[in-house]
């Protein structure tokens, strides 16, 4: 075999053998190019395998080229080395890292929906939040690097697609929020890449801090919560949204609950309603840190569901109006902001049809929770009361694994619980001035008529 034979003119695929190096052929093809390869025996399958080498270049890969790449094998074989076991896994790892960003989202998303078995036993998804993220990929990540090869992303990239959620040029607000969101979202898928071997780096390592979000701070004062507490028994003003719903937004700001959690709430999960101690019972896979609440429930509260349970035949007690299933989980955010289109209002939110400054349904909680502390209730029991790590009487958090491990006192956190939701209910009362109830416990204050 020589240069010059690698560079004659067939009229049809031609392969050439070298007679100096066993092994090595040159297959031309009709339009003039030349490819070197090696021919040779799988040890494992005894079984003929062929090796690329390279294309022919007068200049860069020639004949000689060609052989010492063959000698070379030729050596690592010698030496008990499965050529051919390398090939599959070179192939493999080449389609690995070939594949698009795009791809990796679609199969990062069906990893994460995936369902496993839980703490409880039930079979849910192996990341139960697994929409949100799968949102954030599709929405920010997938239109700008959608078509990129996972492997060719760089830091740059990243950098330049937050800096331009953060600047609202990626076809949205200006949002830090987002921006954060699309980091944590692209961070984790490329981690799951770099495990399969789909990328060699994570570029999401090291990226510029983004600026401070600066945490909500809004508490409704005295006149807010009387004015939303009786309008929302306005039928007349509220004929836009749904009783039940209105319902839930009360009890949020009875119970200091997550919207989530009392969404979906259950008969079944309502206990000795009618008893002395009425309590609601949130299974964990509702429950941000995925815990079972008890969450005691004052007679307030139990009014609440009293009447959001009145004429109801379904099995949720804040139903959806369609159908015997829960409500969305943002028909109350919804109803308080309003329905806007292209940035008209078409039906005005319970916020504006009551002259309020906006606010969120977690913005209840935080109320909630601000009331009570104003009244003399300690920080460990609303700690409690939120669901929050637990802290001592002194403000020091205990490491979780106190509690996961170590201390289970339920009757006490609940009783602790009830003392906090009780006094709230109290004040509660006194701020939309109506009567106090007769079989109120006593927790130490008194109810102002």
Not at 20 to 26: A, E, N
Not at 215 to 244: K, N, Q, Y
Not at 284 to 292: A, E, N
Not at 434 to 441: D, H, Q, S
């Amino acid at each position: 075999m020589t240069d010059r034979l690698c560079e004659k003119r067939v009229a049809k695929r031609t392969k050439i053998y070298d007679r100096k190096c066993p092994g090595l052929y040159v297959s031309i093809i009709p339009i003039g190019i030349a490819t070197f390869n090696f021919k040779f025996t799988d040890p494992a399958t005894g079984k003929q395998r062929s090796k690329w080498l390279g294309i022919y270049n007068r200049e860069t890969f020639t004949v000689e080229h060609a052989r010492t790449e063959v000698y070379a094998l030729r050596m690592r074989i010698g030496n008990g080395e499965n050529i051919a076991e390398s090939l599959r896994q070179q192939k493999v790892l080449k389609a690995r890292r070939g594949k698009t960003v795009d791809e990796i989202i679609e199969e990062r998303i069906e990893w994460m929906q995936t369902p496993v078995r839980k703490a409880d036993g039930e079979m849910r998804p192996r990341l139960e939040s697994w929409e949100n993220t799968a949102s954030h990929l599709r929405r920010f990540i997938g239109p700008k690097l959608g078509r990129k090869i996972a492997a060719d992303v760089t830091r740059g990239d990243i950098q330049a697609l937050s800096d331009d959620i953060v600047a609202g040029r990626h076809g949205g607000k200006p949002s830090v929020s987002n921006a954060r969101h699309m980091r944590k979202a692209a961070s984790g898928m490329f981690r799951w890449a770099l495990r399969r071997e789909y990328i060699t780096a994570n570029p999401c390592s090291d990226l510029e801090p983004l600026d401070p979000e600066h945490p909500r701070t809004r508490v409704l004062t005295e006149d807010e919560i009387r004015i939303f507490w009786h309008g929302l028994d306005r039928d007349d003003l509220m004929a836009s949204w749904d009783r039940r719903t209105r319902l839930a937004l009360k009890f949020e700001l009875a119970t200091m609950l997550r919207s989530g959690e009392l969404l979906g709430a259950h008969r079944n999960e309502l206990i000795d309603l009618d008893g002395e101690q009425p309590r609601f019972d949130v299974p964990l896979k509702r429950v941000k840190k995925r815990r079972m609440i008890q969450q005691p429930l004052p007679s307030l509260a139990v009014e609440i569901v009293r009447e959001a349970l009145k004429g109801n035949n379904k099995d949720f007690i804040f139903a959806s109006p369609l159908d015997n299933k829960p409500m969305h989980r943002k028909a109350m955010a919804d109803a308080l902001r309003g329905d806007k289109r292209k940035g008209k209002v078409r039906t005005p939110g319970i916020c504006q049809l009551l002259g309020l400054k906006p606010f969120t349904p977690h913005d209840l909680r935080r109320t909630a929770a601000s009331w009570a502390r104003r009244i003399g209730q300690p920080m460990a029991k609303i700690a409690l009361c939120l669901d929050h790590r637990v802290m001592t009487e002194d403000g020091i958090k205990l490491p979780p694994v106190t509690g996961k491990h170590y201390v289970h006192a339920e009757d006490r956190e609940v009783k602790e619980k009830r003392e906090v939701l009780h006094a709230w209910a109290a004040e509660l009362r006194r701020i939309i001035a109506e009567p106090a109830p007769l079989r109120e416990p006593d927790t130490g204050l008194r109810l102002v008529a």
